[in-house]
């Protein structure tokens, strides 16, 4: 598979109705946002990855994040688990030991956890970008209505006490962007 582009017309479409606007073509002759997702390649390009990690056993926020992401003017790659595209493709493939996750999320600018399935996630993925010289930003998102997300709150408060939490996906994608602003400054 190719990777996809969603035009800056299409930018406040969702997913679903987006597809049809959706066009392949190669990384250096687009402007506006690229999507990619399981199981399909990811090669970086020099522009801003972010990489939507979290829960697929809920409703598909990630076409949600996409949708705030374009309507911010995000240039740069997105990168999702949820094969969402095609419906017959295993909605866990992706976390196959080595598999997709493993091959891309170490290669983005800033990983996005909304809702996590668990806070030891985000922790070993906090560690692992900061001791592996890769750097890159961590963001991460709890519902605060939903009491297991709460749970991750505190736990999240007691592993890491200095990475902050959003409450809504809003402000999480907020966060990722302030992420990419603050590392194509420090770059500058």
């Known amino acids: 598979m190719t990777p996809h582009h969603l035009n800056p017309p299409l930018a406040g479409a969702g997913l679903a109705s987006a597809a049809p606007g959706l066009s392949a073509g190669p990384a250096t002759a687009r402007r506006g946002l690229r999507y990619i997702e399981a199981p399909e390649q990811f090669e970086p390009d020099g522009l801003p990855s972010v990489y939507l990690a979290g829960t697929v056993d809920c409703p598909d926020w990630q076409s949600q994040a996409v949708r705030l992401l374009a309507d911010a003017g995000f240039e740069g790659t997105v990168l999702s688990p949820r094969p969402s595209r095609n419906p017959a493709a295993d909605p866990y493939a992706a976390w196959t030991p080595l598999g997709w996750q493993d091959r ?70 907020s966060a990722a962007l302030a992420e990419l602003e603050t590392a194509a400054a420090a770059r500058h």
Do not use: K, M
Not at 117 to 140: P, S
């Open 104 to 173: 891309n999320i170490h290669r983005t600018s800033v990983v996005l956890f909304w809702n996590p399935i668990g806070h030891h996630h985000v922790r070993n993925c906090y560690e692992a970008r900061l001791f592996t010289g890769r750097g890159g930003a961590v963001v991460v998102g709890c519902d605060p209505a939903d009491p297991v997300q709460r749970a991750h709150r505190a736990l999240l408060l007691h592993a890491v006490p200095w990475l902050p939490v959003a409450d809504t996906l809003a402000d999480t994608v």
